[in-house]
Nanobody
Framework: QVQLVESGGGLVQAGGSLRLSCAASGRTFSSYAMGWFRQAPGKEREFVATISSYGGVTRYADSVNGRFTISRDNAKNTGYLQMNSLQPEDTAVYYC???????????????WGQGTQVTVSS
C-alpha cells in the first residue's frame, strides 16, 4: 500500500504560479512512477503529467506542456507539480497517483490521493 496526500492548492490569479506537493508513505516511494491528474466540474478526470520512479522520464499533456513541471525527491518521499502561467481553464481538483511505470491512463494507477483544489481567477 502507498498512501498519498496532496497539498499546495489554492486560489491564484491568471498568470500566477502554484506548486503542488504529493507526500507518500507506506511502500518505497522510489519504486513507483507518479502521475498528476485533474478533474474540473462536470468534466472527466484528465491526465496532466507523469514521471518515472527515478525521474528520468517525464510526459505532459499538450495543454500544460511548457507551463507545468513534474518532479520528485525520493529522499523526501515527495512528488511535485510546479504550475506556471496558470489560466482559468486550469481550475480543477488535482490528484496525484502512483503505479509501477509511467502512464497517461488514470485507469492504470493503483494508488490515489484525496485531491487538492486549484482555482485560477481571471
Amino acid at each position: 500500500q502507498v498512501q498519498l496526500v496532496e497539498s499546495g492548492g489554492g486560489l491564484v490569479q491568471a498568470g500566477g504560479s502554484l506548486r503542488l506537493s504529493c507526500a507518500a508513505s507506506g511502500r518505497t516511494f522510489s519504486s513507483y512512477a507518479m502521475g498528476w491528474f485533474r478533474q474540473a466540474p462536470g468534466k472527466e478526470r484528465e491526465f496532466v503529467a507523469t514521471i518515472s520512479s527515478y525521474g528520468g522520464v517525464t510526459r505532459y499533456a499538450d495543454s500544460v506542456n511548457g507551463r507545468f513541471t513534474i518532479s520528485r525527491d525520493n529522499a523526501k518521499n515527495t512528488g511535485y507539480l510546479q504550475m506556471n502561467s496558470l489560466q482559468p481553464e486550469d481550475t480543477a481538483v488535482y490528484y496525484c497517483a502512483a503505479r509501477r511505470t509511467t502512464s497517461h491512463d488514470d485507469r492504470e494507477y493503483d494508488y490515489w490521493g484525496q485531491g487538492t483544489q486549484v482555482t485560477v481567477s481571471s
